[in-house]
């Protein structure tokens, strides 16, 4: 399977799943388009800052709020090599501690698009055209269904 993300005219991100079936003697390729998931968002927002394959891992993991003893656990590495990770990270992103890494991808890249109608019910950022014409609940649009 080969999967892809790209962005759609009206700026969402769409995830595109790509796949070969046999069915007799015929090969048929089957395409999936669905809105990207949240977690899919971060790591293509993380790769655009140059970060290393381990960095962005590291990232994820802080902006999940992962501590640093159960990144270390988990990562198998020691504090000493966490905390160079980490400061390469917060140099590449412009920021200096974790918190401000949690605010800058968030006040960066998702709270522009917060005022085009809050989040769907389902926590996706919802189709700027559509959010003007989808029901509110309590300030909250929604869900849409995507292209």
Do not use: C
Not at 2 to 13: I, L, Y
Not at 41 to 62: C, D, F, N, P, T
């Amino acid at each position: 399977m080969a999967r892809s993300q790209v962005r759609a005219r009206g700026g969402q991100w769409l995830t595109l799943h790509a796949w070969r079936v046999t069915t007799g003697s015929q090969r048929l390729t089957t395409v999936s388009i669905g809105p990207a998931e949240p977690g899919v968002l971060v790591a293509l927002i993380l790769e655009v800052y140059g970060l290393s394959a381990r960095q962005r891992q590291i990232a994820q993991l802080v902006l999940l709020g992962w501590s640093s003893r159960e990144i270390i656990a988990e990562l198998r590495i020691t504090q000493n090599t966490l905390n160079d990770h980490l400061e390469k990270i917060f140099d590449k992103i412009g920021v200096r501690s974790r918190r401000e890494l949690a605010a800058a991808v968030f006040s960066r890249h998702y709270r522009p698009q917060l005022g085009a109608g809050g989040l769907a019910l389902d926590g996706r950022l919802p189709n700027p055209a559509r959010a003007a014409s989808a029901p509110q609940v309590s300030g909250v649009s929604a869900p849409t269904a995507h292209p």
